[in-house]
Structures are given as C-alpha cells and as structure tokens.
C-alpha cells in the first residue's frame, strides 16, 4: 500500500498545481510519470498501474497541447483508481 | 481558459484513448432509459476565461445521456453590481432549451440586490447561487444570512458554492438552517474539506443536499459511509469539471461504499429531480 500512497501523494501535486496553473504542472505530472515507472513491491497491483500509466502519459500530452479538461479528467480519474485501491485494500 | 483545441476535442476528447474503458465501466453503470441531472454546471464567462454556450453544455450533455443540468452563470467580469447581464445569459439559455436547463440566478450579496432577487424571482428562475470565495463573503455575513431567508421564503433553492477554497462551512451555516428548516440547499462540491462533519450536521436536516461534483472518490467514499445516499446528488461543475470524470468518481466511490444499486441510480437522476420534477 505504501507504493500506491506515494503515487497518491504525487497525482495530488501535479492536480493541485493544473488547478492553480502553476507554470511547473507540467513538470509535477513528469514526477507522477516517474513515481508510476517499474514494477510495485508485490507485483499485486500491475493491472492498476497500467492503466495509470496511460492516463496519465495522455493526460501530459493533453495539458501540453493545451486540453485542461482532457488533461484534468484523466488525472482526477487516476487519482481515484488509486484511493479507491488503498481503501479496499485497508479494508482487507 | 477555453482554447480552441478544448472546444474541438471537447467531448471525444474525455471518452477515447485511456478514458474509453472508464467511459465504458460508467455508462454500463447507469442502465439505458436512465436520464442523469447534473445538479451543477455553468454558462457564461468566468474572469479567468473559461467559458460555456448553452449549446456547448447541450452538445455534452446529449453526448453523454445526461437529460436535465442546474445551469448558472460563472464569476462573470461583466457581472456589476446585481449579476443581471449573466442571468439574462444563463436565462436565454433556458428559453433556447427548457427542456434541458433548471436556471438558478447568482447575486453578489455585498451589492444590493433586492431589485435582482426580485425580477429573477418574477422571471420564473427555479433557485440562487451563492459562491462565498468569488464574491469573498462568509457563509454567516448578514447579508448573505438575509438572502438565504428571503430565498426560503421564496421557496427557491440555493446552491452554495462549499468546496475548493472553503475554509469555514458548518459552523457558519448551521444557525441559518435551524433558523430556516424550509430552506432548500444544495451544498456544492458536498463540503468536501468538512465532509465528515457536514454529514453529521446535517443528517437530521432532509432539505439539504449534497452535490458531488469534482469531490475527489476518498472524499465521496467517507460521504457515501457516513449519510444515506437519498441525500446526495451528481454534479459535473462543467466547464470545470467534466461528465464522465464526475460521474466515474461519484459511482466508484458510491460502489466502494456499498451503496445499493437503486440508491445510486437515484443520486444521479432521483435525488435532485424530487425538486425539480
């Protein structure tokens, strides 16, 4: 679960700072990017990450082409696939 | 703010690619015949830029099967004193498509606004917004307690900006209910930074409803776990927000909480269309 909490922990960065139109929400979604790379701990949660993946790469090439809601969309849902994991997992 | 590319992607955009199977899961969660009320969006221009026609929130709302949308203006740079030239937007909107708008009026409560209340009132508007971080006003100012009195007494329902930004929420709102038990409220963004304790305040008070719009899953898992579903209702918050990432965080979320199926189909069409039927 530690693993998925750091990449909660980075998706709120990079979401907070599209939010607020920080000029380095680009380089906050490149952070999300790196702490997605390689394999989890357990290997349990590879299907996640996947998908995480590929929201995420769209969601960069969407905010550098200029897309917020294309962009934001896909961060918000990786976001939420991601909580949701930890709270069914902290649930057993 | 709205770029162009936004306007020619705007709805593919948000369903193809990545959000194609998350699209998917979502529309295989509301059964075909289901009309989803967004319980929050906007039409106008924003002082930030983004905008929104009232074609534009038709053309998402027929492409993703949403059937009626609360629609009101944004915290519009021409809005002056009394907001009425983005009423008149919003309420132009409503003429074009009655079928698909429920139009709320917004005031500035430190500007007057009797003479605006009134002629909205008069027009046939169906409820207030109130955004207490735009306007910069308390949820206990005087004079936003009097608008909600005179809303209640109106029969109007407010929805209240209570999300991004918000500092205070139940504390200050809690003496205008007791003192309102008629009044109807729509707590936007479900006062996500005091989800819990909203839910626990306000559990015995049936006229407020809370609205999920850009509330992120973990917010709306502790909502969906701490009140009954009967008391929540979708919303898209579009241009902000958009229809399937709300509608994908309010339904996993209600999932993960053990909400019943019946119960979700009615957070996302029952709940809110009880008041607008």
């Not at chain 1, 590929?54 to 849902?77: C, I, Q, T």
């Not at chain 1, 990786?78 to 997992?89: G, K, S, T, Y």
Request: glycine share 8%.
């Amino acid at each position: 679960m530690g693993h998925l909490l750091r990449i909660t922990g980075y998706l709120e960065i990079a979401i907070i700072c599209m939010w607020i139109h920080n000029p380095r929400a680009l380089a906050t979604i490149g952070m999300v990017e790196a702490s997605l790379r390689g394999e989890g701990p357990d290997g349990k949660d590879e299907d996640l990450l996947k998908r995480l993946r590929a929201l995420v790469e769209e969601a960069r090439d969407y905010y550098a082409g200029d897309d917020f809601p294309a962009a934001m969309a896909r961060m918000r849902v990786a976001q939420d696939l991601v909580d949701l994991r930890i709270v069914a997992i902290g649930r057993g | 703010m709205a770029t162009e590319t936004e306007r020619k992607h705007g709805i593919e955009a948000l369903t193809s690619g990545a959000m194609a199977e998350v699209w998917a899961w979502v529309r295989e969660k509301i059964p075909p015949g289901v009309e989803v009320f967004d319980a929050h969006a906007h039409i106008g221009t924003d002082v930030d830029g983004r905008t929104m026609t009232a074609d534009g929130m038709r053309e998402r709302m027929l492409a993703a099967g949403v059937g009626r949308t609360i629609v009101f203006p944004l915290n519009d740079p021409n809005a002056r004193d009394d907001y009425s030239g983005p009423n008149d937007v919003v309420w132009a909107a409503y003429e074009s498509y009655p079928e698909f708008f429920v139009p709320f009026f917004r005031l500035n409560p430190h500007r007057d606004y009797e003479r605006e209340f009134e002629r909205s009132v008069e027009r046939g508007f169906m409820g207030l917004k109130l955004h207490p971080v735009s306007q910069e006003f308390d949820l206990d100012d005087e004079r936003a307690v009097r608008l909600f009195g005179m809303a209640a007494e109106a029969g109007l329902p407010v929805l209240i900006h209570a999300g991004f930004a918000m500092k205070r929420v139940v504390e200050p709102l809690l003496p205008t209910i007791e003192a309102n038990p008629e009044l109807r409220l729509i707590l936007g963004h479900s006062a996500m930074t005091e989800v819990l304790e909203a839910a626990r305040a306000f559990e015995n008070h049936p006229n407020i409803l809370f609205e999920t719009s850009v509330v992120s899953a973990k917010d709306l898992y502790v909502l969906f776990c701490s009140l009954d579903a009967g008391r929540i209702c979708y919303g898209s918050d579009i241009p902000y927000g958009d229809i399937p990432s709300t509608l994908h965080a309010t339904l996993a979320a209600a999932e993960a909480a053990g909400v019943s199926e019946k119960q979700i189909l009615d957070l996302v069409s029952g709940n809110i269309r009880r008041w607008f039927p």
